[in-house]
Structures are given as C-alpha cells and as structure tokens.
C-alpha cells in the first residue's frame, strides 16, 4: 500500500517502522527535520518536511494517489483537517486521525462524510487507559487482550513456582481441568519462542500466552501460577491525560491517590476526580511515597510524560514494598531493559496503540490486530469468508490448514454480527445486535476443529514476519467474488 503518515513523533516513528518493515510505500511528514533524518537513517521511506495540514505539502507527499492517510500529529485541529483536505482534494480511499480530547470524541458526527471525514479515530490515551485497566482486574496477567469484542481475550502470564501445570506437559491440562476449555498459543523461554504442543513442559519462568473466553481467564490463569490477591490500593504518579483517565476509571471500587507536580493540574483533578486523593509532590520524592504508605500499595503506575521519572519512581516504590509496578516507557530499547528488572511491566505507549492502525493496513478481513512482544509477534483476528473450493481454510479442520511456521490458531467465535453493523440503526435494531453478540460461540480449537463460513478466526503468529503468509491463506480465490 502507498501510506502518507502525518507526524514523526513516538506514535508515528512507530507505526512507520513496522509498516515499512512489511515493504509498503511510506511517506513521513513533519515539521521537524531532525525527526525525518534519523527515520531515513534507519528505514526505507520518503520524507518530506513541512506543515501536515498544508495542500502543497500533502502534494509533495504523493496524497494525489496515496491509499491511506495517517494523520498521528500532536494536534487533533490538524489532524482533522488533513483528513478533510485528503477526502475532498485528493480523494483518498482511507483516511485515520490520531485524537486526543474527549470532547470530540464525545461528539462522533464530527468525524461523518459530512464534516471532517474521518474513516477511524484513535485515542492512544483512551487504549492505554483500557489497556492498564485490564492489567489491574487480572493482577497476575503481563498482558490481557480482547478479541471478538470481548468474548474472547489473550492472556500473557509469566509461569512462576508452585503453578499446578509447572514441570508438566501441556496434554495434562485437559486432564488436570476437564471443565476449563483454553489453549496455550505460544511459550516465550529467555525471549526465544516454542511452538506448542501436548509434549511441551512448562518451565519455572516461561512467559505463556494462552486463549480462552474472557469468563474462563482466571481460572485458566489459576492453572499457571497462584493466583494474585484482587487489588484494592492504587497509586498513579502522573495526572496527566492518562493519569486522570485511569483515576476515573478505577476510583469508584478502589483507592486511588495520586501525586501531581503541577498546582494547577492538582487543582483541575480535584475538582473532577471527587473520590481520588490528590497529592501535591515529586514522584521520585522518598519521603512523599513514604508518607503515603507505599508499601501498602497493590499497584503503583507510574504515568508521567516523562520516562526517566516514570523508570525511577517505579523502582523506589518497588523497592520500598509496592506489591507490583508498572511504568510507562517511550522507547523500545528502554522497555527491553526494564521489564522484569524491578520493575513489573513496562508500558510501551506506542506499541499498545498501534495495533489499531494495523487492521486497517492488513489485507483481507482482518477485524483486530494487537502487537506482542516490542512488535516482534502478532496475535490477528479475521474473518473467513468463501466455501470448500474458493477458501484454503473454510470448510477444513485445522489439521487439514497448512499455516505458516510458528502460527497458531487458538480459538474461533462462531455467529458474531459483522463489525460495522452498528452504523444507521434504530435502538431496538442495536439490541437485537447486542442480543445475537451474547449468543455467539467460542470454539477452542484442536485439531479437528472445523472452520465454516464467516467464523472469526483467533490466530498468534510468534514471527511478524509470516504475517504476510496468514493473510494469503485467508484470501477468497477471485472465482468466488
């Protein structure tokens, strides 16, 4: 695809980075140069300095025959308008806005054919939020993921001593817990992954990815390491955007403080956030954390804009007794050093978000896309569509599909509505949408498991690169369209 990305900064560098890695055509504007020159000194793409919103900037960036536009700028003004210059000038087929107040997307006719055209508008705050919010509901999980809206999540544990399947092969789980239906997809073993199958033991250490309905996660999780105890106290170094999101969140079934350097920003909170405790302080400040009973803390985030503070913060309070931390960490190389030492997970903001660019990119039906592991693995949901003779995959066990190496299929929802049934209806229509969600199936696959027309297909693939290779085989042969 030609891609035109708008905005060279963590978001956009990222999304960048992995789709010239997949040989897409790849144009990156910015004001700053210096921003441009360190992309070009690592990928192949083009670069073209200059206002992102401006028409003979996008026309020196090739938006006249361009597929996509990814408008990921700081400012959600110009990100709206670049949207509605590419739909109205240049007649770009799909066009994606980065946004980051709420209340536009409190508004969505903003981003209708009629105003700013905006095909999908993404929130890196609001996915972080929703993505921390589910590290704190399953304390012991590195990572939660939700498929087929909700029915269906991904769940990353680090195996730990004492876990009843630790120092066992994975064809006892079945028999150890007949009743709970899940499937380990991938095993992660010193950053090296293992495909997995009934022989495979599960070592002290190993990060384990497993697929299961959402309702089934705990005690899926229950089976590989003791369980954590639910968190109650949590404190949030940071209020920031998503600092005060998350507080809001949380605040009515926890115990939520958090500690602001800013006055004014400590007074904006205390305003909107009724049942948080507002701290005035530094985060890195020892004495302020003990005086708030760190060591009492369940959960202590450490959500600042600024990663050095975020990494020291979470340190000390790890140090000083918190029972898990969690950091939020702008660089790659930064969250590979820090994660597991001392602190518990660290937060890459833009590899969290840029899942919800991919689907838009990948080709097929592909309804969900969450990147794994720094963007080194990929765990996809798409849609099957054809028969027997126009699909390599309809109509077939999952032992007859010769999928890529290192592919897993881990589970398939069965009746879902399609995903942009919601658009022009009525409220009773919504409803009876909402009615057939609740009705649909999650089939656990096994070998013989049979995939038919229109399934929603979960798949872990451990190297992106084959990413490629699993989209292919899901293609309808042009005989059948």
């Given at each position: 695809?030609?891609?035109?990305?708008?905005?060279?900064?963590?978001?956009?560098?990222?999304?960048?980075?992995?789709?010239?890695?997949?040989?897409?055509?790849?144009?990156?504007?910015?004001?700053?140069?210096?921003?441009?020159?360190?992309?070009?000194?690592?990928?192949?793409?083009?670069?073209?300095?200059?206002?992102?919103?401006?028409?003979?900037?996008?026309?020196?960036?090739?938006?006249?025959?361009?597929?996509?536009?990814?408008?990921?700028?700081?400012?959600?003004?110009?990100?709206?308008?670049?949207?509605?210059?590419?739909?109205?000038?240049?007649?770009?087929?799909?066009?994606?806005?980065?946004?980051?107040?709420?209340?536009?997307?409190?508004?969505?006719?903003?981003?209708?054919?009629?105003?700013?055209?905006?095909?999908?508008?993404?929130?890196?705050?609001?996915?972080?939020?929703?993505?921390?919010?589910k590290l704190i509901e399953f304390p012991g999980a590195l990572q939660v993921l939700d498929f087929a809206s909700g029915k269906v999540s991904l769940v990353a544990v680090k195996a730990i001593h004492g876990g009843p399947l630790i120092g066992r092969q994975l064809k006892e789980l079945r028999r150890h817990a007949p009743n709970l239906d899940t499937r380990v997809a991938a095993i992660f073993r010193h950053n090296h992954p293992i495909i997995p199958e009934g022989s495979t033991v599960v070592e002290?250490?190993?990060?384990?990815?497993?697929?299961?309905?959402?309702?089934?996660?705990?005690?899926?999780?229950?089976?590989?390491r003791r369980m954590d105890k639910p968190v109650r106290r949590v404190m949030i170094a940071g209020g920031g955007r998503i600092g005060r999101r998350l507080a809001e969140v949380l605040q009515q079934s926890h115990q939520v403080r958090i500690i602001e350097r800013d006055i004014k920003v400590c007074e904006s909170l205390t305003q909107n956030l009724h049942n948080t405790l507002i701290l005035h302080g530094d985060v890195t400040d020892e004495e302020l954390l003990e005086s708030e009973n760190i060591s009492e803390m369940d959960i202590f985030c450490a959500l600042t804009n600024d990663e050095e503070n975020n990494i020291m913060a979470a340190l000390m309070a790890k140090?000083?007794?918190?029972?898990?931390?969690?950091?939020?960490?702008?660089?790659?190389?930064?969250?590979?050093?820090?994660?597991?030492?001392g602190i518990d997970i660290a937060i890459s903001p833009a590899q969290v978000t840029i899942g919800s660019l991919l689907a838009y990119v990948r080709q097929g039906d592909v309804a969900v896309v969450h990147s794994l592991r720094r963007g080194a693995a990929e765990a996809l949901e798409l849609v099957a569509h054809g028969d027997a003779s126009s699909s390599r995959v309809v109509g077939r066990k999952i032992e007859e599909i010769k999928l890529p190496r290192g592919t897993t299929i881990g589970a398939i929802v069965r009746g879902l509505p399609p995903g942009d049934v919601y658009r022009n209806l009525s409220e009773q229509e919504k409803d009876s949408i909402l009615d057939q969600w609740k009705q649909a199936q999650v089939i656990i696959a096994h070998h013989d498991t049979v995939i038919k027309q229109n399934d929603h297909v979960i798949l872990f693939v451990v190297n992106k690169r084959m990413v490629r290779q699993v989209e292919k085989l899901f293609q309808v042969n042009v005989g059948f369209l």
């Open positions: 695809m030609k891609i035109v990305i708008l905005g060279a900064g963590r978001v956009g560098s990222t999304v960048a980075e992995s789709l010239a890695s997949e040989s897409n055509d790849i144009t990156v504007v910015d004001l700053a140069r210096s921003r441009l020159s360190l992309l070009q000194e690592r990928l192949d793409l083009r670069t073209v300095v200059g206002s992102a919103s401006h028409p003979d900037i996008m026309i020196q960036a090739g938006m006249e025959d361009a597929d996509m536009v990814l408008a990921l700028t700081g400012s959600d003004e110009t990100n709206l308008v670049a949207c509605k210059l590419a739909a109205s000038m240049f007649n770009t087929p799909t066009r994606i806005a980065r946004i980051r107040t709420v209340d536009y997307l409190d508004h969505p006719d903003i981003f209708s054919r009629e105003n700013f055209c905006v095909d999908f508008a993404i929130c890196p705050e609001r996915i972080l939020t929703k993505y921390i919010e002290e250490g190993d990060e384990v990815f497993f697929i299961a309905s959402s309702s089934n996660i705990r005690a899926a999780m229950g089976e590989l140090r000083m007794g918190a029972r898990k931390v969690i950091a939020l960490i702008n660089r790659s190389m930064y969250v590979d050093l820090m994660q597991g030492s």
